[in-house]
């Protein structure tokens, strides 16, 4: 579901994207200030002083993409080891230190980069910080660790397996993306993590985690030269290093319409109809946001939420999201429906896709669509988490810190034509695919009926696809 | 997402919120997961500037300025959830939430949601057993028209049959995809219910399926008459307000809606447990599940804050008793926790769980959970893990008021279940918890005759099959 999930919240932060509105956005205009170490490391800062605290981001390019193939999983277990001890601190006592401090400390694979937060208060930052350099710089990967932590991610992996939304993704992620890294989980695969040894983590980290691969964001109660002093003071003694370029194997193009079916004893049909999407840099974002807000992803104001939802009672939640990516992400629908009413539901996304395709967006439809993205832009960088990851956002894809003042211009220009150059451009019905986790039995034709002659019977979900 | 329903069950940290419900499931996590102040926070805290009045219609106002952004949250919080309901109508509380979208005279069925979002604002709403709360997020000048649209639809809501209909339908297939088809919300469901036998606790908020699908339009427009009134509202603000200009506009907007009669009491009360009761859920499910509920008291009891401080012992940080043990030392469980909320109107309870790695069995689980209620109750605690905990408590009640509408959140839930000014009372009462008291409430409560164990044991299924066909053309 890792895929997913990182969409979904692309999604909220795209849908987060704001206006000129009188922020409590410094005058010149910019999310904070930007500056850069001498060994590379870029950090953003910006001041908030409502509260006792400070919140660090770090953001580095080692995510999925760069797993190697068959370790998949590699890139997520070297980011979350880092707080199972290092040379002088052992696992139980980073979680004492944290905890006694109150402090939150966190570190995560993602697709496109790893990221290491600290929330802490202002009066234990000098504590807190000694701690992160101390994780960051001499990360130990012991034996028993390694072990430790693999085995709880592979069987959290399976758990998760109860959602069978999480059964749809990984087979649509899988299937659309075959060996490239976004095709697997970001906590990688059972095979993937099993191969994976300490010295690889060693090896991974020391290619990848450098202050010249990293963005540093700082938010919170601290002038602009306390900032400077703790980041030098931390962060100057990093070592740079030269980062290996990732070859990537190509996204496979999909050549007609397939349709997965997982058959599991529940009472709803899990759905994802899907294609590729695109990737952040690509400048139809903007058209690609608008276009989806209206079709699905505006919540009531979008059209598979009235239709499906509103009109037809068929679904709780049916949405449609797209995942740019420093590479091209999915375009996905997804909705639940009973059983009995998942070839009708899928009939009806397909109806809607086909019409936003054919038909120009109303002139109310653009307006709201618009107004929405460009007003509810403020409260993405409302609080010091969300100005923090805002901040490391806009640095990680290249959009400038002033991009939350650009951004009503590159929504308010476009045309119902823009909206539907990108729904005929990027929304492909007849090559598409489809992933269908019911019952059954209990699922009308074309789900519930067998393969169809000649039909490619799809071996175990859990084979490996990564040689 | 905007997604009009958020349940908020008693044992939410077990439930499993899903991704794409991400910002009320966030929302949901942060109301059950307790709060705290630190001491300064009585006397120059947050919550010192806050503005509380009653209009005349016994609506209650409680208003926070918060000028960091010309933004504010409203919420509207009712004095009424699945604890005010009965057997055979369980989830009117929920359905009712959900027909509050569907229109009054003045705004279409279609208009409420869409007039928010096109002002750059969010919509939602969330029934837990307590309350029902609705509420808006956006610009500050979008406050005089929301603060009006909510005022209509206290009293002015308008459904058709074919509406009331649909909607139904939508409750249900939220119902299949929180309850049905995930085994651990299903195990929750069961032993809440073996918990409780004379009290409305007993039910999931969401209601019994067969329940949902029997409730008529009548029976709702009575429910709605009779707990949507501003007697039984508390209104909240906080955000970028003028305190006495917001005030104004609020009794503009609610002022003239009369008071209604009081809503009946619930006097229900759960009776003493004499023994220990044990339910099983058979179901298809990757690994087992353990959880046990201890009955306590709620926040009128003294007992409530040294509660807390035992919940966070066992739980929180990767220090914590539970996970240090039994996670990272035993390397028995895969997930593990201990979950207690002062913040109900009536005595619920307190709860600890873990979920077994592969390879364990729940009574390994079972047996480790016990050896660590026992240690609570036979060897005090010691300084430095209570001061532990005590940090702990203090940080997070800043970290938490970095959202806004976590700070509206804390008033009006407050407000609803007991009063708000708990807020000044909650860091002191911690602060003075002491070890003895830790290991008095450990003994008083988590023992065996006040225990619900509910046990999730998978059956064994075949792998599910997956197939691929090629549709060409047929499938739409």
Not at chain 2, 204 to 225: A, C, K
């Amino acid at each position: 579901m890792d895929k997913f999930i990182k969409s979904l919240s692309w999604g909220l932060i795209a849908a987060l994207v704001w206006t000129g509105a009188a922020m409590a956005a410094p005058p010149s205009q910019v999310l904070g200030v930007r500056e850069k170490l001498p060994n590379g490391l870029v950090w953003l800062f910006s001041e908030q002083s409502g509260l006792p605290l400070v919140t660090l981001k770090l953001l580095v390019k080692a995510g999925t993409l760069q797993d190697p193939p068959g370790k998949e999983g590699l890139a997520n277990l070297a980011a979350v080891l880092l707080l199972s001890g290092t040379k002088k601190r052992s696992a139980t006592q980073i979680a004492q230190e944290l905890d006694f401090l109150g402090a939150k400390l966190s570190a995560a694979g993602g697709d496109d980069f790893a990221e290491v937060s600290l929330t802490i208060l202002k009066k234990d930052l000098a504590a807190g910080l000694d701690l992160l350099q101390d994780i960051l710089l001499h990360p130990a990967f012991a034996p028993p660790e390694v072990r430790r932590k693999v085995a709880e991610i592979r069987a959290s992996l399976k758990s998760d397996e109860d959602e069978p939304m999480v059964v749809a993704a990984r087979a649509f992620n899988k299937d659309l993306f075959g060996a490239f890294p976004y095709g697997h989980p970001i906590r990688g695969t059972q095979e993937g993590l099993a191969a994976i040894t300490p010295k690889d983590l060693q090896g991974f980290h020391s290619r990848y985690w450098r202050p010249n691969n990293a963005i540093l964001c700082v938010a919170g109660d601290l002038t602009q030269d306390e900032a400077r002093k703790w980041v030098t003071q931390i962060f100057g003694s990093w070592p740079e290093g030269k980062i290996p370029a990732v070859k990537l194997p190509p996204i496979p193009a999909l050549k007609d319409r397939q349709v997965v079916v997982i058959d599991k004893d529940i009472t709803q049909a899990n759905i994802i109809w899907g294609n590729l999407g695109i990737a952040r840099s690509n400048p139809d974002f903007y058209a690609l946001q608008v276009m989806n807000y209206i079709l699905g992803g505006g919540g009531f104001a979008s059209r598979l939420m009235d239709n499906i939802r509103v009109n037809r009672g068929l679904a709780y939640s049916v949405s449609s999201q797209f995942d740019p990516g420093l590479e091209a992400g999915i375009y996905a629908v997804t909705l639940e429906t009973k059983n009995r009413s998942s070839a009708e539901a899928v009939d009806q996304v397909l109806a809607e896709i086909r019409r936003i395709q054919k038909q120009p967006v109303t002139a109310a439809e653009l307006s709201d669509a618009k107004s929405y993205l460009i007003g509810s832009f403020p409260r993405k960088m409302d609080s010091l988490s969300r100005r923090a990851w805002l901040m490391g956002y806009v640095e990680f894809y290249g959009l400038g810190l002033d991009y939350p003042w650009r951004y009503p211009d590159l929504i308010q220009k476009l045309t119902p034509g823009d909206i539907q150059r990108v729904a005929e451009k990027y929304l492909h019905p007849d090559q598409s695919l489809l992933v269908v986790v019911g019952k059954k039995s209990a699922m009308p034709p074309p789900f519930g009926a067998g393969p169809r002659p000649g039909a490619e019977e799809k071996k175990d979900g859990q084979k490996k696809t990564h040689p | 997402m905007m997604i009009n329903a958020c349940i908020g069950n008693a044992l939410k940290s077990i439930s499993r919120s899903r991704q794409r419900f991400l910002a009320v499931a966030l929302a949901c996590l942060l109301v059950s997961a307790g709060f705290s102040l630190p001491v300064a926070a009585a006397d120059a805290g947050p919550f010192d500037h806050v503005v509380e009045h009653q209009l005349k219609n016994g609506l209650k106002v409680l208003l926070l300025r918060e000028a960091r952004a010309p933004i504010i949250s409203l919420q509207v919080w009712y004095r009424v959830g699945s604890r005010n309901e009965e057997l055979g109508k369980t989830g009117i509380s929920h359905l009712n939430e959900h027909m509050m979208f569907k229109g009054t005279k003045k705004y279409g069925p279609k208009d409420f949601s869409r007039l928010i979002q096109k002002a750059g604002g969010d919509d939602n709403a969330f029934t837990g057993r307590d309350y029902t709360a609705y509420f808006e997020n956006g610009p500050k000048t979008e406050l005089t028209r929301w603060l009006e649209m909510e005022a209509d639809r206290m009293r002015n809501l308008r459904v058709s049959q074919a509406d009331f209909d649909t909607e139904k339908k939508v409750v249900l297939e939220e119902r299949r995809l929180r309850t049905e088809d995930d085994p651990i919300s299903f195990l929750q469901e069961e032993v809440m219910a073996a918990a409780f036998k004379a009290h409305p606790y007993q039910w999931p908020v969401i209601g019994w399926f067969h329940d949902i699908e029997s409730i008529t339009r009548e029976e709702f427009l009575q429910r709605y008459r009779q707990y949507y009134e501003p007697n039984n509202c508390t209104v909240v603000v906080v955000g970028d307000i003028e305190p006495q200009e917001t005030l104004k506009q609020i009794e503009l907007a609610f002022g003239a809606i009369p008071a209604g009669p009081e809503p009946p009491k619930v006097t229900a009360l759960e009776p003493r447990q004499y023994g220990e009761r044990r339910v099983v859920v058979h179901r298809e499910a990757q690994f087992p599940f353990i959880m046990m509920l201890y009955h306590t008291p709620n926040w009128q009891d003294q007992d409530a804050y040294p509660l807390e401080v035992l919940a966070r012992i066992l739980s929180q940080g990767r220090s914590s008793r539970l996970y240090h043990n039994l996670v990272y030392k035993q390397h028995l469980a895969l997930d593990v926790g201990a979950d207690y909320n002062f913040d109900h109107i009536d005595p619920s309870v307190f709860t600890i769980y873990g979920q077994p790695l592969p390879g364990k069995t729940v009574e390994q689980v079972e047996a480790a959970l016990n050896t660590e209620v026992k240690r609570l109750q036979t060897e005090q605690v010691g300084a430095k893990e209570l001061q532990k905990v005590k940090n702990q408590a203090v940080a997070g009640f800043y970290m938490r008021l970095d959202s806004l509408f976590y700070r509206g959140m804390l008033l009006g839930k407050l407000e609803t279940v007991a009063k708000w000014t708990l807020i000044k009372d909650f860091v002191p009462k911690i602060m003075q918890v002491t070890a003895a008291d830790v290991q008095r409430v450990a003994k008083k409560y988590l023992v065996a005759d006040n225990r619900n164990v509910g046990i999730l044991s998978p059956i064994k299924t075949e792998k599910p099959k997956m197939e691929r066909f090629k549709s060409g053309g047929q499938v739409h």
